[in-house]
């Protein structure tokens, strides 16, 4: 069994970035593929991006291209999200999930594990 564990959101202005950590706990991730999805109110889940077990390759949806950095530390069973140039349409609640594949996937139903969420909130 996994559990997992995201940290670091918060109130952010508009234009500014944050650090998401997921930290696991009760075996190590290092063979897992992870990903980050985020939800706001009313709407349905959203893919951010995930990463390869290895962290040797990252895919990101849309929205975020290009403003995200998804890394994980295998050391520390950790992945982490930096987001920069924040719009107030990426406040949502963040969740870090876990495939039980290698390579992951950006269908959030295809992972097993998942985390509480961290709220992030963008103000304009």
């Known amino acids: 069994q996994v559990q997992l564990e995201e940290s670091g959101g918060g109130l952010v202005q508009a234009g500014g970035s944050l650090e998401l950590s997921c930290a696991a706990s009760g075996r190590t991730v290092a063979t897992y593929a992870m990903g980050w999805f985020r939800q706001a109110p009313g709407q349905e889940r959203e893919y951010v991006g995930h990463i390869y077990a290895s962290g040797d390759k990252v895919s990101y949806g849309t929205s975020v291209g290009g403003r995200a950095t998804i890394s994980r530390d295998n050391s520390k069973n950790t992945m982490y999200l930096k987001m920069h140039s924040l719009k107030p349409e990426d406040t949502a609640t963040y969740y870090c999930?876990?495939?039980?594949?290698?390579?992951?996937?950006?269908?959030?139903?295809?992972?097993?594990?998942w985390g509480q969420g961290t709220q992030v909130t963008v103000s304009s």
């Open positions: 999930a876990a495939h039980l594949g290698a390579f992951g996937s950006p269908r959030g139903s295809e992972y097993m594990y």
